[in-house]
């Protein structure tokens, strides 16, 4: 199984090599999760592993799933988040899921919530760089320009789906893949990894093992295998 915990995110310091480089990091706290369920072949169809992040109090949950983590023996949790497994014999129901769970893995995909920004325009929204700021633009310096050349029938009728222009801008559900696990805090339960994650500070995090990996960064682990 690619191993995979949830977490919060804590923020951003820096650390120092050996070598004295600075390299920034962002701090996760990752767990303690709880196995709440395992799937099979035989009852689900695939096999999984389910995972619950953050003891609440009962009367902050729901009477389903008071009764569905009971089942497992744990206090109701506040997330939950299956991790596709094609070997499920290493976990049992119940069982911790810590920080050092994650030891021996190089790089992680992270997955959270980015930040919300609200209405955006083009420019900043899809990185548009905005009319001519010459004389003959009047005051429509950052306007998308003319959408009447991507209507449905050459100039008129309503624009096509998938134009990129004025709206929403962030708070959407991002993936950051291959970073780096720069260091593991067992005894405070914290993740080190290097450049920036997805979401605000106390945002909810799912890291697990790099599934596919660049080029460079695939030597590194194979070679890191041949090493053990």
């Avoid at 995110?9 to 395992?38: D, H, N, W, Y």
């Avoid at 009852?43 to 953050?54: H, I, K, P, R, S």
């Avoid at 389903?64 to 094609?86: M, S, T, W, Y």
Wanted: charged share 25%.
């Amino acid at each position: 199984m690619s191993k995979a915990i949830l977490g919060k995110k804590l923020g951003m310091t820096r650390l120092f090599t050996p070598e004295g480089a600075s390299v920034p990091v962002t701090v996760v706290q990752a767990g303690p999760c709880f196995v709440s369920q395992i799937k099979t072949v035989e009852t689900d169809g695939y096999n999984a592993v389910q995972l619950g992040f953050e003891t609440i109090k009962p009367r902050n949950s729901t009477i389903p799933l008071i009764g569905h983590d009971a089942k497992a023996g744990i206090a109701p949790q506040r997330f939950h988040r299956e991790v596709r497994n094609a070997d499920t014999a290493a976990y049992a129901v119940g069982q911790l899921v810590d920080a050092a769970s994650m030891e021996g893995v190089l790089f992680v995909d992270v997955t959270g919530t980015s930040k919300g920004k609200g209405f955006q325009g083009a420019m900043k929204r899809h990185g548009f760089k905005g009319l001519c700021a010459s004389h003959g633009t009047e005051r429509k310096h950052r306007s998308p320009g003319s959408i009447a050349g991507r209507a449905n029938n050459r100039g008129w009728g309503p624009p096509k789906r998938g134009i990129r222009m004025p709206g929403r801008m962030g708070g959407e559900q991002v993936t950051t893949r291959n970073i780096k696990l720069f260091g593991i805090d067992k005894e405070r339960g914290l993740l080190l990894l290097q450049g920036a994650v997805p979401g605000n500070r106390e945002g909810l995090l799912f890291i697990r093992q790099s599934k596919r990996l660049w080029k460079p960064k695939a030597k590194l682990v194979a070679a890191a295998a041949k090493g053990k």
